[in-house]
């Protein structure tokens, strides 16, 4: 029997000025029920990090994989890197640029995900990196830096003394309808039941296969690497980050409705499971279509993807406009994960109570902000992620 948890859901309002963001409203506190991340399937409460690792967090990705993101098929392929370009002197000479082909192939069937990495010249070992999953235009990621946007601003995280890299998830699978015909699906093709793999497990795979080619590279701290993005990109990072456990990092940024927030918040402003499985069919696993008309069946809550992070560390930014991501719903998944966390002797959040507009809540794993404006990934919120990594891995 599917054991729940009961919590109280303040309802939010927007106030355009000023720094009120959510008023509680007495007469409007629906009652939400979220599955208990701690108990099994079976009613089996788990009181130990063992018992997680062993039981319960494996139940809680197959169901993932069942029921929302599927599975990647079980078809071996081999993967292989090559530096295309190196420029020593980038950024006026901050900087090292490489360009990397991960290469991942099946028989004569292939894909190349081209990889843009930074690292400080100024560094006394390997670096932490943050690896952003691009889903806006490629000029967002311009390796040769004569287009600079707020989306990847990689002058400034090298700057503060880290690695920065970028690959774009047109080089997985197209963010389209028609992607399931071409990419990593023709790689590896498969007849397709309900839970077959879709484009947003695609893109998580393809960062694993990024990271694939940080464990070669001895300018990367490998046991300090960050996987983010934003919106889709943000589903993806979370998916992909609750999988490898690899990243020691993983940042959602507006990632919303199937990514941080709680599905089973029902709000006319905020972003439904129905409506992003109707404008995005092909996103999820057809079994996720199944609970359109019921999110209230699932047998998870986005809570419990975020637990699977622990004990490494999660973060996740909303904006204060972007009602349609829910960032109410995206800081209750934190607040309803921390018991993993505590599990592991890892304190959550150092509050329960939403930070203000422009402020940020930093615990030991766990790390939220929300940010004045729209959905968007900024300069500001990369500041936020630093300041965060800063204390992580115990920069000075």
Same mark, same amino acid.
């Given at each position: ?9 303040? +309802? ?31 009613? !089996? ?9 062993? +039981?319960? @967090?494996?139940? %809680?990705?197959?169901?993932?994989? !069942? ?34 082909? %991960? ?7 292939? +894909? ?9 010249? &100024? ?9 952003? +999953? ?19 601003? #990689? ?6 003394? *880290? ?31 309900? =839970? /077959? ?25 490998? =046991? ?11 589903k993806t990072a979370l998916w992909c980050g609750a999988q490898d456990e690899r990243f020691a990092l993983v940042i959602s940024n507006d990632s919303g409705c199937s990514g941080a927030a709680l599905s089973r918040r029902k709000l006319p402003e905020k972003e439904s499971v129905a409506r992003i499985n109707t404008t995005f069919p092909y996103w999820f696993c057809e079994n996720y279509k199944k609970y359109n008309d019921d999110v209230d069946a699932l047998p998870f809550d986005q809570h419990a993807l975020i637990a699977l992070m #622990?004990? @490494?560390?999660?973060?996740?930014? /909303? ?7 829910? $960032?109410?719903?995206?800081? !209750? ?7 993993? *966390? ?8 150092? #509050? /329960?109570?939403? $930070? ?11 790390? *939220? ?10 300069? %500001?919120?990369?500041? *936020?992620?630093?300041?965060?990594? =800063?204390?992580?891995?115990? &920069?000075?």
């Amino acid at each position: 029997m599917m054991q729940f948890a009961v919590f109280f859901v303040l +309802i939010s309002s927007f106030t355009a000025f000023g720094g009120e963001f959510f008023k509680a409203d007495p007469a409007n506190m629906p009652q939400v029920k979220l599955p208990d991340v701690l108990t099994t399937s079976a009613g !089996q409460k788990i009181t130990s990090p063992e018992d997680w690792k062993k +039981i319960r @967090r494996p139940e %809680v990705l197959e169901l993932f994989r !069942q029921h929302e993101y599927g599975r990647v098929p079980a078809i071996p392929v081999q993967t292989s890197f090559k530096v295309t370009n190196t420029d020593s002197k980038a950024m006026d000479g901050a900087a090292t640029l490489k360009q990397i082909a %991960v290469n991942v192939a099946n028989g004569e069937k292939s +894909i190349t995900i081209n990889v843009s990495l930074f690292v400080p010249n &100024k560094r006394t070992g390997p670096v932490p990196i943050f690896l952003l +999953i691009c889903n806006r235009p490629p000029k967002n990621i311009d390796p040769t830096r004569k287009e600079k946007s707020p989306f990847w601003p #990689a002058e400034e995280v090298v700057a503060r003394g *880290y690695g920065i890299a970028a690959f774009h998830n047109a080089d997985v699978a197209l963010d389209n309808k028609e992607s399931f015909q071409s990419g990593a699906f023709k790689v590896l093709e498969q007849e397709r039941k309900g =839970d /077959s793999w879709a484009t947003i497990a695609a893109w998580a795979w393809g960062a694993s296969r990024v990271m694939d080619y940080f464990e070669t590279d001895p300018d990367i701290a490998k =046991d300090k690497v960050a996987v983010l993005g934003h919106s889709r990109g943000g589903k993806t990072a979370l998916w992909c980050g609750a999988q490898d456990e690899r990243f020691a990092l993983v940042i959602s940024n507006d990632s919303g409705c199937s990514g941080a927030a709680l599905s089973r918040r029902k709000l006319p402003e905020k972003e439904s499971v129905a409506r992003i499985n109707t404008t995005f069919p092909y996103w999820f696993c057809e079994n996720y279509k199944k609970y359109n008309d019921d999110v209230d069946a699932l047998p998870f809550d986005q809570h419990a993807l975020i637990a699977l992070m #622990a004990p @490494r560390a999660v973060y996740v930014a /909303s904006a204060s406009q972007d009602l349609w991501a829910d $960032p109410r719903g995206e800081f !209750q998944s934190l607040i309803h994960a921390a018991p993993v *966390y505590e599990l592991f002797g890892k304190k959550g959040l150092p #509050a /329960s109570e939403m $930070p203000a507009i422009g402020e940020a809540l930093h615990g030991e794993a766990m790390g *939220y902000h929300i940010r004045e404006g729209k959905h968007d990934l900024t300069l %500001v919120d990369w500041q *936020y992620f630093m300041d965060f990594a =800063d204390k992580l891995f115990k &920069k000075k």
